[in-house]
């Protein structure tokens, strides 16, 4: 069984699978968990392989490989394969024949071509249409920097005779005043460390961050919390960020309140205009955030971040979590705060797609560094960098949506 069992993990593509065989879920990546579970589905030699959206909480390199070898197992294995996603984009990488479905119903199928070029149901037209492919406008106004850092390092320690990880290694780079700034790279670039270094979530090594001229690694006590009012972060999952023990009326009012924006007679008021402000109706302002559901959820804490009326927001992968209809609303629906609020924002994801649609600039970001930078137009017509040309490579369905 346990020759069995190696022959497997070496068929999936792990790496050296004798000396891994042993190891528990934890010490694996995210992709790396997903081969060991296909590993298992392909114990009992199954003629058919449901895969129940293997790829959704993987980053876009990692995901082009999953889907790589899902494919290479069913020429190989000459198996039949269901593949259940609601990202058409991710489909058109794989899918022979593509079946869409609404509220229970089969609503139209065909193969690739006819799904992508003669859509004829209003729903995939949606669908379609939802996935993000658009240039972001560039204004032409002087550039007013708002966030400047330089030579920002964020070093973990792992005990006294070892090296530290270099998760953010002399990075430098500008915010404009009322611009987004998109920062992509994949899992372990440490594209979020950047975000929560320059709200200090996690200690800096060395280096500035200048918000409006004043050194944040430098602030402390009441002069921090009075800038974390102006700066405030978006995280990727919701149900994770939010306590579920609050409802949205104290979610909403708790910075309201400890920040002096709304008094007690006042919070009321506030916190509903931050309901309507997000698309939330007010009918739910005393649910929890398990009656919620995902997208709706973000709104929640999309409302949170922006109760302190801050200037500047880091959104740490906002969308990652959510099906590319909802995900295509939550993009929307913070284009329109930005520029309701005057928002700058430093946009932080893995997909190249994703960013263009809503960056005016784009950092890329491997091992720590920064490795190219320039608008959405510039990275995907003319990359400079093998990394660059390898992340627009593993955007799903592009040949199809170019």
């Given at each position: 069984a346990r020759q069995r069992a190696l022959e497997l993990l070496e068929?999936?593509?792990?790496?050296?699978?004798?000396?891994t065989i042993d190891?528990?879920?934890?010490?694996?990546?995210?992709?790396?968990?997903?081969?060991?579970?296909?590993a298992m589905a392909l114990i009992n030699e199954p003629k058919l392989l449901i895969a129940d959206e293997p790829t959704t909480a993987l980053d876009v390199t990692i995901q082009a490989q999953i889907l790589e070898l899902i494919a290479d197992l069913q020429r190989r294995r000459d198996i039949g394969v269901i593949f259940i996603s609601h990202d058409l984009a991710v489909v058109a990488d794989i899918a022979d024949q593509i079946a869409v479905m609404q509220e229970g119903r089969i609503v139209e199928a065909g193969d690739r071509e006819h799904i992508f070029q003669q859509a004829q149901h209003p729903y995939t037209r949606k669908l379609l249409?939802?996935?993000?492919?658009?240039?972001?406008?560039?204004?032409?106004?002087?550039p007013q920097p708002l966030l400047q850092v330089r030579n920002l390092c964020t070093w973990f320690g792992q005990g006294r005779h070892r090296e530290p990880v270099k998760a953010v290694n002399d990075v430098s780079f500008d915010i404009n005043r009322g611009e987004v700034l998109g920062l992509v790279g994949e899992s372990g670039s440490g594209k979020s460390t950047i975000g929560r270094s320059l709200l200090r979530l996690v200690p800096v090594t060395s280096g500035k961050v200048l918000f409006d001229g004043t050194d944040v690694t430098a602030l402390q006590g009441r002069a921090l919390k009075d800038m974390r009012r102006r700066m405030q972060?978006?995280?990727?999952?919701?149900?994770?960020?939010?306590?579920?023990r609050m409802t949205v009326y104290d979610t909403l009012a708790e910075p309201l309140l400890l920040h002096g924006i709304e008094n007690r007679k006042s919070v009321a008021q506030g916190v509903l205009k931050l309901m309507d402000d997000v698309g939330l109706a007010r009918a739910f302002v005393r649910k929890y955030p398990h009656e919620f559901s995902g997208g709706q959820r973000q709104r929640i804490a999309i409302?949170?971040?922006?109760?302190?009326?801050p200037e500047f927001v880091v959104a740490d992968e906002p969308v990652s979590a959510l099906d590319v209809t909802i995900q295509?609303?939550?993009?929307?629906?913070?284009?329109?705060?930005?520029?309701?609020?005057?928002?700058?924002?430093?946009?932080?994801?893995?997909?190249?797609?994703?960013?263009?649609?809503?960056?005016?600039?784009?950092?890329?970001?491997?091992?720590?560094?920064?490795?190219?930078?320039?608008?959405?137009?510039?990275?995907?017509?003319?990359?400079?960098?093998d990394y660059t040309r390898r992340l627009l490579q593993s955007i799903p369905g592009r040949a199809l949506l170019a």
């Amino acid at each position: 069984a346990r020759q069995r069992a190696l022959e497997l993990l070496e068929e999936v593509g792990i790496r050296d699978p004798a000396s891994t065989i042993d190891n528990f879920p934890h010490q694996f990546s995210g992709g790396m968990r997903q081969r060991v579970m296909i590993a298992m589905a392909l114990i009992n030699e199954p003629k058919l392989l449901i895969a129940d959206e293997p790829t959704t909480a993987l980053d876009v390199t990692i995901q082009a490989q999953i889907l790589e070898l899902i494919a290479d197992l069913q020429r190989r294995r000459d198996i039949g394969v269901i593949f259940i996603s609601h990202d058409l984009a991710v489909v058109a990488d794989i899918a022979d024949q593509i079946a869409v479905m609404q509220e229970g119903r089969i609503v139209e199928a065909g193969d690739r071509e006819h799904i992508f070029q003669q859509a004829q149901h209003p729903y995939t037209r949606k669908l379609l249409a939802a996935i993000p492919s658009g240039s972001k406008h560039n204004g032409e106004s002087e550039p007013q920097p708002l966030l400047q850092v330089r030579n920002l390092c964020t070093w973990f320690g792992q005990g006294r005779h070892r090296e530290p990880v270099k998760a953010v290694n002399d990075v430098s780079f500008d915010i404009n005043r009322g611009e987004v700034l998109g920062l992509v790279g994949e899992s372990g670039s440490g594209k979020s460390t950047i975000g929560r270094s320059l709200l200090r979530l996690v200690p800096v090594t060395s280096g500035k961050v200048l918000f409006d001229g004043t050194d944040v690694t430098a602030l402390q006590g009441r002069a921090l919390k009075d800038m974390r009012r102006r700066m405030q972060i978006i995280f990727q999952d919701p149900f994770a960020s939010l306590n579920p023990r609050m409802t949205v009326y104290d979610t909403l009012a708790e910075p309201l309140l400890l920040h002096g924006i709304e008094n007690r007679k006042s919070v009321a008021q506030g916190v509903l205009k931050l309901m309507d402000d997000v698309g939330l109706a007010r009918a739910f302002v005393r649910k929890y955030p398990h009656e919620f559901s995902g997208g709706q959820r973000q709104r929640i804490a999309i409302g949170r971040a922006l109760a302190t009326r801050p200037e500047f927001v880091v959104a740490d992968e906002p969308v990652s979590a959510l099906d590319v209809t909802i995900q295509a609303q939550i993009l929307e629906l913070m284009q329109e705060l930005g520029r309701e609020y005057g928002l700058t924002m430093l946009f932080i994801t893995h997909d190249l797609a994703v960013v263009r649609h809503i960056a005016d600039r784009i950092l890329v970001l491997y091992q720590g560094e920064v490795v190219e930078q320039g608008t959405g137009q510039a990275l995907f017509e003319q990359p400079q960098r093998d990394y660059t040309r390898r992340l627009l490579q593993s955007i799903p369905g592009r040949a199809l949506l170019a």
